[in-house]
């Protein structure tokens, strides 16, 4: 183990609970949801199965709460992007895009992963399947709203549209050289349905 630098303090351990989800959350966002078993997590995680029994009782739950992190985590990662445009809510959906571009190319990139539960669970049903659901009527919420902050004249619309952009961008990924161009196609729906303000 390593020593931290003088004059810095020591990172104190991690809980039980955050060392099960983040072992869940880099297994179930690689390799599946299905394809990763409780006992997999508890051997990579270093935690003795009654903990992760006591934080999460099922493995339904434990998807749930990783979900929810990664909602937590995506709402962190806009608030970034769009906090360098304040009060220009049309470059920041352009800025949304070309941060999805770079991470869609990204060695560790899987896809989304409210889409990837969808598509493992979407014919079986799974609690997990309100959270993926609940998160892309936020999303369309958001892209709704910045949308008429930006003056379109029909923001469902324009809303919708880049939601499309957005999963195929998820869907097309690392695996396609055309995954950049998200960003491009995002742009040119923005500029058609926001009229340019004259100065």
Not at 24 to 34: N, P, T
Not at 68 to 83: C, F, H, I, M, P
Not at 142 to 162: H, I, K, N, W
Request: aromatic fraction near 8%; proline fraction near 7%.
């Amino acid at each position: 183990m390593t020593t931290p630098p003088a004059g810095t303090a020591a990172t104190p351990p991690r809980s039980a609970r955050v060392r099960i989800l983040e072992t869940a959350a880099d297994l179930f966002y690689r390799e599946g949801i299905r394809a990763v078993g409780v006992d997999t997590i508890i051997a990579r995680s270093g935690v003795a199965k009654m903990s992760l029994y006591r934080n999460f009782p099922s493995k339904d739950d434990l998807v749930c709460a990783w979900l929810e992190e990664t909602r937590a985590q995506v709402w962190q990662w806009w608030g970034r992007v769009t906090s360098r445009h304040p009060g220009d809510p049309r470059e920041q959906l352009k800025a949304l895009f070309r941060s999805l571009d770079r991470w869609a190319v990204s060695p560790g990139f899987r896809g989304c992963p409210f889409l990837n539960t969808v598509v493992e669970y979407g014919a079986a049903g799974h609690p997990g399947l309100d959270v993926a659901d609940a998160h892309r009527r936020d999303v369309l919420a958001y892209f709704t709203r910045l949308a008429g902050a930006a003056g379109a004249a029909d923001p469902e619309r324009l809303a919708v549209q880049l939601l499309m952009v957005m999963d195929g961008a998820y869907a097309a990924g690392s695996r396609s050289v055309h995954a950049p161009a998200a960003a491009d196609t995002a742009s040119v729906l923005i500029d058609a349905a926001i009229p340019r303000q004259e100065r």
